[in-house]
């Protein structure tokens, strides 16, 4: 059974607005999230986490929401460009598998000019 | 760069043949992954080490085996490959100051 749900596969925003990617959880004991960026054959590549003790995390254009109550968080992007255009997956750190990580199926995010 | 590096890149194989696929890192991390991307499923995790010689399985780790004899090299193995473990396969690093990890080009395997 999924743990990690990304439930819209795939998202169109136009240049300079923002996107909102979001990410549904099912285990009130996870304690650390973390979105991940993937280009076409390359590996996916850190973006920005966020503890369970915080609400907020920012960093540049990139901001990390967390609803514990809801088990709910989102990555929100402003503005969007252009090469933001990728697979972004929603991840959640796994104490009990040697810190491993537990992904989302993905939500592809196109950026139109 | 967390210096990651995967062998080989690319590699089709016939359905029963062992293929290994190396996995080499250069920054001395105790603890790395070995995931399966597919389509419709995210990535999912094959096997871990936390250690040389230490490993442990994941959640699919079904017809794969692994090896970490030295701390830079994290090997898997298909004993006997079948059409359903054509997948692009990536391994990862545990980031040594945070949970964060960091991840390999990827080795696109087809098994036909």
């Known amino acids: 059974d999924q743990q990690v749900k990304q439930n819209s596969p795939s998202l169109s925003v136009q240049e300079g607005r923002i996107s909102i990617l979001n990410c549904d959880y099912t285990n009130s004991m996870f304690d650390y999230f973390l979105w991940y960026k993937k280009y076409p054959a390359e590996g996916p590549t850190f973006l920005i986490s966020?503890?369970?003790?915080?609400d907020k995390n920012e960093d540049g254009r990139f901001t990390v929401f967390l609803n514990k109550s809801a088990k709910h968080l989102s990555l929100h992007i402003v503005p969007s460009q252009p090469g933001d255009s990728a697979v972004y997956f929603c991840a959640v750190l796994n104490s009990n598998s040697g810190y491993a990580l537990n992904f989302g199926k993905g939500t592809s995010l196109l950026v139109t000019p | 760069d967390a210096g990651i590096t995967q062998s080989p890149r690319h590699k089709v194989t016939e359905t029963g043949t062992p293929v290994t696929l190396r996995c080499h890192q250069t920054e001395n991390h105790r603890y790395m992954y070995w995931y399966r991307q597919d389509p419709g499923h995210g990535l999912r995790l094959i096997h871990y080490?936390?250690?040389?010689?230490?490993?442990d399985k994941g959640e699919v780790s079904d017809g794969y085996s692994v090896s970490r004899s030295k701390t830079e090299d994290f090997l898997l193995t298909l004993e006997s490959a079948t059409s359903s473990q054509t997948s692009v396969y990536f391994c990862a690093i545990n980031h040594r100051a945070s949970y964060e990890q960091y991840f390999g080009p990827g080795t696109r395997l087809t098994v036909t």
């Open positions: 966020i503890s369970s003790i915080k």
């Open positions: 080490s936390y250690g040389v010689k230490d490993t």
